[in-house]
């Protein structure tokens, strides 16, 4: 049996006098726009892609939302959102994609005005969850909770980031924002965790410390006074190398010396 798709895009197709390819995916060819499509589209649909665009570009539709690829910018923009709605603002979407800084947009939402707070940071990738407000950039600095000052202090260090790092909060941990980026790690309101390190809660003082030093153990800090759990680190560093422990208020509740 055909399926239903293809009898749908067959009529579209004729309906609107332009070719349709059947080349795995449903394809149809409107001038200079291609459009790659996994889900059923009605005449109206159609309609309302055609002559969106003088440039050579791809529209590709699945059941999550849209893809729209300048061709000649080489950008992206992926919209993951109610298909219907997407459609019916579709130059919209060619508006953004050719005025977006970062090669690749990735939203998860529907409310464009939000998504302008993204599309201008000089970088290759951004991924945007309007839900949470989460920001994912260059698939390694994944901030959840920002405001613009925060987020241009994580812009200026974008450079130097080697290592996967995750902020819950950005502006908690503003004051060592570029020790985050630069050592990399995961970084949220109740725990701290980085190379081979926990701290519990995270202290910013205690943090700083720890990224600045060259520590040659791994330390887990269950909190506590911050000076004492401070000394009871250089203690250790004299003491033990290539050692595993657990400190609490200054005090080894747990040693392994790898040997």
Not at 77 to 103: M, W
Request: glycine share 6%; with cysteine; charged share 30%.
């Amino acid at each position: 049996m055909i399926d239903e798709r293809i009898i749908k895009l067959i009529e579209v197709a004729e309906a609107l006098k332009i070719p349709l390819k059947l080349l795995g995916e449903l394809e149809l060819d409107v001038g200079s726009l291609r459009i790659i499509t996994a889900e059923s589209l009605d005449v109206e649909d159609v309609k309302s892609l055609l002559n969106v665009s003088h440039k050579r570009a791809t529209i590709k539709i699945n059941k999550s939302g849209v893809v729209v690829i300048d061709e000649d910018l080489r950008k992206e923009l992926h919209l993951y959102a109610d298909l219907k709605a997407i459609l019916k603002d579709i130059k919209r979407l060619f508006r953004i994609v050719e005025n977006q800084t970062p090669s690749i947009v990735i939203y998860h939402g529907w409310d464009l005005d939000k998504l302008q707070k993204v599309l201008y940071f000089g970088v290759r990738k951004v991924e945007y969850f309007e839900g949470d407000g989460k920001l994912i950039i260059n698939d390694l600095i994944e901030v959840d909770a920002w405001d613009e000052k925060c987020l241009t202090n994580v812009m200026m260090y974008i450079g130097e980031v080697v290592k996967p790092v995750k902020i819950g909060d950005c502006n908690y941990y503003y004051p060592i924002l570029a020790l985050l980026i630069q050592k990399g790690g995961i970084f949220e309101r109740d725990f701290a965790k980085f190379e081979c390190n926990e701290v519990s809660p995270p202290d910013l003082t205690l943090l700083k410390f720890m990224m600045i030093k060259d520590l040659r153990n791994c330390y887990n800090v269950l909190g506590g006074d911050v000076k004492r759990n401070i000394d009871a680190i250089l203690t250790a560093e004299e003491k033990y190398t290539n050692a595993n422990l657990v400190i609490r208020d200054g005090k080894y509740e747990w040693v392994n010396e790898v040997r």
